[in-house]
Nanobody, 128 residues
Framework: QLQLVESGGGLVQPGGSLILSCAAS????????IGWFRQAPGKEREGVSC????????TYADSVKGRFTISRDNSKNTVYLQMTSLKPEDTALYYC?????????????????????WGLGTQVTVSS
């Protein structure tokens, strides 16, 4: 199982940008699809984006399409979430999670129950 650590969160003004990082250790990173999820106070956890092992598949929630970009660097065991044109409604605790897919190099999903290992999260606050 992977151990995951998120970083890069902070306070940003509306319209601003942030890049979140998800650093992995403890297993063969190449076998895992990685997802980003977020949870705002009083709301359910929401799938934001995911990327397959091969990087051939990326998926985005409708609420972030065109504003967020997910990428991964398998040589650094890290996944990134570039967030632009941030809105107050993007304020949440952002988590990354891993989904073991040794036989499915092009698969990822935004269904949180498919992910077994989770980081502790990094807070993103969008406010003026």
């Amino acid at each position: 199982q992977l151990q995951l650590v998120e970083s890069g969160g902070g306070l940003v003004q509306p319209g601003g940008s942030l890049i979140l990082s998800c650093a992995a250790s403890g297993s063969t990173f190449d076998y895992y699809a990685i997802g980003w999820f977020r949870q705002a106070p009083g709301k359910e956890r929401e799938g934001v984006s995911c990327i397959s092992r091969s990087m051939a598949t990326t998926t985005y929630a409708d609420s972030v399409k065109g504003r967020f970009t997910i990428s991964r660097d398998n040589s650094k065991n890290t996944v990134y979430l570039q967030m632009t044109s941030l809105k107050p409604e993007d304020t949440a605790l952002y988590y990354c999670a891993s989904d073991f897919r040794p036989l499915s190099s092009n698969y990822c999903s935004l269904r949180d129950y498919e992910y077994r290992s989770w980081g502790l999260g990094t807070q993103v606050t969008v406010s003026s």
